[in-house]
């Protein structure tokens, strides 16, 4: 049961991290005209994205450009937009599309980009992914936020040692590690300041 579940896992993350096509031709445009400097490149990689959204109802597209109104563009002159770019993350995530919940979760753990911090309806957000998509990465941080919480009824044992489990065979980055640290030897608490810059650091 662990073997299917573990392949069934690594397939979909492998889905997940490809990007339509014409998106990624779009970030192409814009990360070629970001690095040589044209506006004109960088517009028609932002008007691939828009007809994308518009015309093909990609959510890829949605997402790219929920990050590229995120981050605002210096060249452009178009500065950061939290605000625009959570609308579009709701509208993917009422679309169950895992990215954006991945991300907003994320978002509601650390309290940035516009998102009050709130504990609860991000483990929520990552347990969703969990169930409808198998997402292994959101299993570690649920794992990680329930094995923490001072909240007696988070800390369920065997809801903890499910989603461990799943990271650890699907070999999320630290899940391994926190495991055998924080979980089987009861380590101190892992304390995580912000878990963007965390998780990137494993």
Known sequence: MHNIIKIFGLILLSQLAMASPLSDTALRLIKTGNEIRSPSVVLSGQRLLLRGMFQFNDLDAVYESSKQTRAGNSLMGYSPQATTANKLLEKLIVKGYDPAIYDA?????????????????????????????ANPQSAFVAAVIRNESLVAGFKDKQRIDELITFAVLNRVAGAQQYQTHYIINRGRSLQVKNWRDWLESQ
């Open 105 to 133: 979760a994320l978002y509601l753990l650390d309290g940035e980009s516009g998102f009050v911090k709130d504990e609860l309806m991000a483990l929520n957000l990552f347990e969703e992914s969990v169930k409808t998509r």
